[in-house]
């Protein structure tokens, strides 16, 4: 099944619902889509060839439970993705995430302070961290200006395609 027949089917499932933004990506062969719905819940998953077929719903809401249905058609999804549930008072926070696969670096070399500190405010374009891939250092820039609040990988640590490094709030 194509990326477009599964968006297709993925489109007729939720046509009758409260969704009003989709995301999707594709990265190396990785296919994720992330649909939000007007409260503020959010659906994301990555598609693969897999036979499963279920949706992971983390609500706005104040509790942390999360909701598992089964689509009606069968659309060859990845189950439960893990996404952060944004409380009420979160609603400020937003993340960074990794644009590649590789080794996650807080400063440009060992024994050297890092990049951005819990507590600094960043500027466009500012250098979070380095992510090394093949050998090669790939500087990570800022794309907002705002506070960090939390530094969410430890220096030397993997990283994949789309995991959260950085909780900032926007300015």
Do not use: H, R
Not at 11 to 18: L, M, N, R, Y
Not at 103 to 121: A, C, L, Q, V
Not at 140 to 157: A, F, H, K, P, T
């Amino acid at each position: 099944m194509t990326l477009k027949n599964k968006i297709s089917k993925l489109i007729d499932v939720i046509k009758d619902t409260d969704i009003n933004e989709i995301e999707i990506s594709s990265f190396w062969g990785a296919q994720k889509i992330k649909l939000k719905k007007s409260n503020n819940d959010i659906i994301q998953n990555n598609i693969s060839n897999s036979s499963s077929s279920k949706n992971s719903i983390i609500s706005s809401d104040s509790s942390s439970e999360s909701v598992t249905f089964n689509s009606s058609n069968n659309l060859d999804l990845k189950s439960e993705v893990p996404i952060e549930n944004k409380d009420l008072d979160e609603n400020l926070y937003d993340v960074i995430t990794a644009p590649l696969v590789g080794t996650f670096y807080e400063s440009p070399k060992p024994g050297e302070p890092p990049f951005i500190n819990i507590g600094d405010i960043v500027e466009v374009g500012q250098s979070l961290c380095i992510i090394e891939a093949m050998k090669i250092f790939n500087a990570i820039e800022s794309d907002y200006s705002g506070e960090i609040v939390e530094i969410l990988v430890q220096d030397g640590e993997p990283v994949e395609f789309g995991q959260p490094l950085f909780k900032f709030i926007k300015k």
